[in-house]
C-alpha cells in the first residue's frame, strides 16, 4: 500500500503563486507515475499534471506554462509549483499515484489507485 498527504494549499491573490507538496510513504518504491488532479465545486475532478519516475511531465493545457511538476524520489515528495494563478486554478487538489509507467493515459484517473485527502487551493480576484 501506498499513503499520500498533500500540503502546502492555502489563499492567494490572483496573480500570485503556490507551492504544493505530496509525502508518499508505504510501498514507495513501486510508484512509477505520479500526479496532480483538482476539483472545483460542482464540477468533476480533472486532470492538472502528471510525472513519471524517469522524469516526463505532462500538463493539461490550461495549466501550461504557469505549473511545474517535480518530484525528489529521494524524499519521496511529489511538488506543484502554481504560477500566476488565476480565480479559476480555485479547487481541491489532489496527488495521485500509480505503479505503472505512464505515457498516454496519465490524465486517466482509473489509472492511479492510491489518492491523498486533498489540499484546497483558493485564488481571489
Known amino acids: 500500500q501506498v499513503q499520500l498527504v498533500e500540503s502546502g494549499g492555502g489563499l492567494v491573490q490572483a496573480g500570485g503563486s503556490l507551492r504544493l507538496s505530496c509525502a508518499a510513504s508505504g510501498r514507495t518504491f513501486s510508484i512509477n507515475t505520479m500526479g496532480w488532479f483538482r476539483q472545483s465545486p460542482g464540477k468533476e475532478r480533472e486532470f492538472v499534471s502528471a510525472?513519471?519516475?524517469?522524469?516526463?511531465?505532462y500538463y493539461a493545457d490550461s495549466v501550461k506554462g504557469r505549473f511545474t511538476i517535480s518530484r525528489d524520489n529521494a524524499k519521496n515528495t511529489l511538488y506543484l509549483q502554481m504560477n500566476s494563478l488565476k480565480p479559476e486554478d480555485t479547487a481541491v487538489y489532489y496527488c495521485?499515484?500509480?505503479?505503472?509507467?505512464?505515457?498516454?493515459?496519465?490524465?486517466?484517473?482509473?489509472?492511479?489507485?492510491?489518492w491523498g485527502q486533498g489540499t484546497q487551493v483558493t485564488v481571489s480576484s
Open positions: 495521485a499515484a500509480t505503479t505503472i509507467y505512464l505515457t498516454s493515459s496519465f490524465a486517466d484517473q482509473r489509472m492511479y489507485p492510491y
Open positions: 510525472i513519471t519516475r524517469s522524469g516526463g511531465t
